[in-house]
């Protein structure tokens, strides 16, 4: 008698957690997003939320909160109850540098990644009339002269693209560090850097060239760029966001979170969105995003390392 009871309970309890489920969402969910309003993580996150909304058949509340790299965000959402109404949409620099330089209270096993969304790849750029015309000359000219990198500051992506083609290139290279965005192009354009990491609009946005793509395949944007990988290099560096949630959410509900990403970027309305952003979309589902984020917060970490920038 005591057995069948256990099996009947048992029975109960599966029932319920799918009962639980094929609820969820029941209620209004909300999505952090670490960086100000109407900026680089924001604006794909809001895209991202009005699809979602549509799938998931709830409200979606994004929140921007400020501060510390993305960290003050991160850090709020990593301790927010694991049942799924707290969620984040969460960039690359804020999940797999910071935690390293800054010795945040999260880490890498502080998610359940979610999906990734929207990845691009960096270019090796220079400015136009340089007299680096390949990826060959720009190794020379490390072996040489020398190459001054510019980018944001130490830790920040434009960095770790610079540590990672120093080491897969054998080049050193002097890194000079700026406020990011106009002042790298101040010291591009005016001779003072050689060449930096940048996105697919280095040319619209600055007239630049591009020595390669830090990508394994051509990109359709610059079909005549070729890949690190073509030039005998396997390079990947890429700015990305991803929809996390904090470590223990049920893996049913992350799945069905998955699931719902998969239909929302594949929506005209967001691929038409993205596309006016001049951003890339790219889905992984957990399973793939969840030992990506994992490599890439370890690779991070040794680069930073490496460079004396943690000890």
């Not at 434009?158 to 120093?166: D, E, K």
């Amino acid at each position: 008698m005591r057995k069948i009871v256990g099996i009947l309970a048992s029975i109960g309890l599966a029932a319920s957690a799918n009962a639980a489920l094929a609820e969820y969402p029941e209620r209004a969910i909300s999505v952090v997003v670490p960086f100000g309003a109407g900026g680089g993580t924001d604006v794909p996150a809001r895209f991202f939320a009005a699809e979602m909304e549509k799938i998931l058949g709830q409200n979606i509340v994004v929140s921007n909160v400020e501060g510390a790299g993305g960290t003050v965000g991160a850090t709020q959402l990593s301790r927010a109850d694991a049942d799924g109404y707290s969620l984040g949409f969460l960039p690359v620099g804020t999940t797999t540098t910071q935690p390293h330089l800054k010795r945040t209270k999260y880490n890498a096993d502080s998610w359940s990644p979610v999906c990734m969304v929207s990845q691009g790849p960096f270019y090796l750029v220079v400015k136009d009339d340089s007299p680096i015309k390949t990826l060959d000359d720009f190794i020379a000219r490390a072996k040489g002269d020398g190459i001054k990198f510019a980018g944001a500051g130490p830790g920040s992506m434009a960095h770790v693209a610079q540590l990672t083609l120093g080491n897969k290139l054998g080049v050193d290279t002097q890194y000079i560090p700026t406020k990011g965005g106009g002042d790298i192009a101040t010291e591009i354009d005016g001779g003072r850097a050689d060449a930096t990491a940048w996105f697919s609009d280095f040319d619209s946005k600055f007239g630049w060239r591009a020595l390669a793509v830090m990508d394994s395949q051509r990109s359709a944007q610059h079909p005549d760029v070729p890949t690190f990988a073509e030039l005998g290099y396997d390079t990947q560096v890429s700015v990305w966001f991803g929809f996390f949630a904090p470590a223990g959410t049920p893996q049913d509900i992350v799945g069905k979170l998955s699931d719902a990403c998969a239909q929302a970027v594949e929506t005209e309305a967001f691929k038409s969105n993205m596309a006016g952003a001049n951003r890339l979309v790219r889905y992984m589902p957990r399973d793939e995003f969840t030992p990506f984020f994992k490599q890439a917060f370890d690779l991070n970490g040794q680069l930073l390392k490496e460079a004396g920038l943690i000890k």
